[in-house]
T-cell receptor, first 113, second 111 residues
Framework: DAGVIQSPRHEVTEMGQEVTLRCKPI?????LFWYRQTMMRGLELLIY????????DSGMPEDRFSAKMPNASFSTLKIQPSEPRDSAVYFC???????????FGDGTRLSIL | SQKIEQNSEALNIQEGKTATLTCNYT??????LQWYRQDPGRGPVFLLL?????KEKRKERLKVTFDTTLKQSLFHITASQPADSATYLC??????????FGKGTSLLVTP
């Protein structure tokens, strides 16, 4: 069975550029989560969706970050404009619901120069 | 404020011994707690879930305890193997569906 698929795996871009990260959750999972991981702050929840609707975006650091889920099989996380402090590994995860395991993709390693 | 604390120092143990990792939390009343394993360059992988009304959960060589009075979970790996070397993350339920993660403890099992 295919797991959560993220693309790209690596992204290097210059400050000020727009960055779009993509995620395909596991089919049938109603919940989708975006996380950011850094050495300093660990794994932080940015936003999560239920049935394509954003439920909690309180972890989104600022207005430069936006996330969408146009359908059950696709989500994007966009940063515009990007800044060096956005450099991190971004993970997408999906789950069936309450008290269920979250299944993570292998992440996008983002470097903003 | 809510905090999840895991030992930031790496845990080094010899193959065959039992590894015990600790997760302490404050200002949470989680309905459940989960443990994940993360290998370098990979996403976290789910290991075990324990609910607030459960004291202990086992899966093969893994055991998790959950003490809501002490606000602590212990994660044990018995008969540890070099392949168990990884970072282990504790995660607490927050608002039902979301998880807040600790920063993880790195485990190194040497032959």
């Amino acid at each position: 069975d295919a797991g959560v698929i993220q693309s790209p795996r690596h992204e290097v871009t210059e400050m000020g550029q727009e960055v779009t990260l993509r995620c395909k959750p596991i089919s049938g999972h109603d919940y989708l989560f975006w996380y950011r991981q850094t050495m300093m702050r660990g794994l932080e929840l940015l936003i999560y969706f239920n049935n394509n609707v954003p439920i909690d975006d309180s972890g989104m650091p600022e207005d430069r970050f936006s996330a969408k889920m146009p359908n059950a099989s696709f989500s994007t996380l966009k940063i515009q404009p990007s800044e060096p402090r956005d450099s991190a590994v971004y993970f997408c995860a999906s789950s069936l619901g309450f008290a269920q395991p979250q299944h993570f993709g292998d992440g996008t390693r983002l470097s903003i120069l | 404020s809510q905090k999840i604390e895991q030992n930031s120092e790496a845990l080094n143990i010899q193959e065959g011994k039992t590894a015990t990792l600790t997760c302490n939390y404050t200002n949470y009343s989680p309905a459940y707690l989960q443990w994940y394993r993360q290998d370098p360059g990979r996403g976290p992988v789910f290991l075990l879930l324990i609910r607030e009304n459960e004291k202990e959960k086992r899966k093969e060589r893994l055991k998790v305890t959950f003490d809501t009075t002490l606000k602590q979970s212990l994660f044990h790996i018995t008969a540890s193997q070099p392949a168990d070397s990884a970072t282990y993350l504790c995660a607490l339920e927050n608002s039902g569906y979301a998880l807040n993660f600790g920063k993880g403890t790195s485990l190194l099992v040497t032959p």
